[in-house]
């Protein structure tokens, strides 16, 4: 009864304060202070509080108080955010109404990594720690990204501007006319094949998109002849025989998002009592339980691109995502990245859905001794995120028609790949021709 006096006296006050009836909405809200204890109606009223104050030192109190009742209020994220400087208030959009995204080309923040010796092209070693003049052999040290961290990004921050809502700083994409796969070029590159398909392609210089640019990266650790010999022993492993020519793994980076995941999920059940009354001879009825439950999942791992998605999965989860290093488009010479087109928001949805799937299967367990276990994923919410680029190397297996995809993590060489049925013996000669490709 006195919650649903509270929810009245805030309404009241909203209104109020739509109205420009600034001190009748303060009165209200200060009732609403004394007549509940629920947190969720006193964050609602802090925030409402905060937006009629126009004094920023007692605006980021209110937000705060908003938030030490429940962390998750995305409205006073948002504000503390706009108090911090993270986003500016004129970026902030109605997710309702997003501005139409531009159909004009712009121009191409193309970064040419010349040799300063010689003039020649300089290309990416797959040793983690240097660029390669492919003339006279100059090293340039990539020590400046070192081993440092990547930072991660605030997610509400990004969610209340455009940047979180929009599909992929202007980059070059060549698009393959056969599969339809998109990668982002390095610079100055005019020709390319598809890491897919294998389909080769001249490219338009003219052709490029509005995209984000990645916040981290795990560079290729090893080149193509070791992606080769990974490939030949997994094959010999499995005494895979294929029905054709295998074309050598193509390297290239695979985008995902991370997120950290917090909040809590608030439960509820019933308990068995433990003895019968002994005076009315009858047993009492189940006892109440409810309460929050702390959430933190790290590095919830969700493709951002849709193509071979069902594969690539399983493969994501033999990444040391600790090794990411901060992107540095040096990574890319020489090395073509997959297009992002799963956006933040999307993605976001898919990260929260698997971290409460995960505590579904762990609370029963922790709670079994409740009936009717309830629980609730309200207070869930996603912290922070980034866009990471993983090293991987590609080819696909012809095989009675059909051709199977075979995956190789360019970081620890983990192998995800498909082995049809039957598929036996007669496997050296082909092998050997891989070898020499």
Known sequence: MLQNHAQSLLRNAIISA????????????????????????????WYRLSEITSDPAEKRKMVENA???????????????????????????????????????????????????????????????????????????????????????????????????SKPVARQVFHCQGC??????????????????????VVSLAETRALLDPDAI??????????IRILVDWVQQHEFTPQGKVIPPRGFYLPVWTFDVGGSIDYRGES??????????????????????????????????????????????????????????????????????????????????QAYARYKKILPQKFAHLENFKMSSANLAIDSYKLLLLPLWMTVVPYEDKEYVVLVNGQTGAVQGEVPPGARKGIKGWLNNLLDA
């Open 272 to 353: 068995e009592p433990d003895e019968i009354d002994v005076v009315l001879l009858q047993q009492p009825s189940p006892g109440r339980e409810q309460g929050s439950y702390p959430v933190l999942v790290d590095d919830l791992s969700i493709p951002a691109s849709s193509k071979l998605k069902r594969r690539v999965e399983p493969l994501i989860a033999t990444y040391d995502l600790r090794q990411a290093k901060p992107y540095d488009p040096r990574y890319l010479s020489d090395w073509p990245a997959e297009v992002y087109d799963v956006p933040l928001a999307d993605a976001s949805l898919a990260a929260r859905s």
């Open 18 to 45: 739509k109205n420009g009836e600034y001190k009748l909405a303060e009165q209200y809200l200060d009732r609403v202070f004394a007549a509940t204890d629920d947190h969720d109606t006193l964050a609602e009223a």
């Open 67 to 165: 938030l030490s009742h429940n962390m998750t209020h995305a409205q006073a994220r948002r504000s503390l955010a706009i108090l911090d400087g993270k986003i500016k208030s004129e970026e902030v959009v109605n997710p309702d109404a997003l501005p139409a995204a531009s159909q004009e080309d712009v121009n191409a923040d193309a970064q040419r990594f010349t040799c300063p010796k010689c003039g020649g092209r300089m290309v990416y070693s797959p040793d983690g720690r240097s660029l390669v003049c492919e003339f006279c052999a100059r090293n340039e040290n990539l020590s400046s990204t070192g081993g440092q961290g990547a930072d991660e990004q605030d997610f509400f921050a990004a969610m209340a501007t455009v940047r979180g809502h």
């Open 180 to 201: 339809g796969a998109e990668f982002i070029l390095p610079p100055g590159v005019i020709s390319a094949t598809c890491a897919y398909c294998a389909s080769p392609h």
């Open 218 to 227: 795990i560079p290729h650790a090893f080149d193509q002849r070791r992606a």
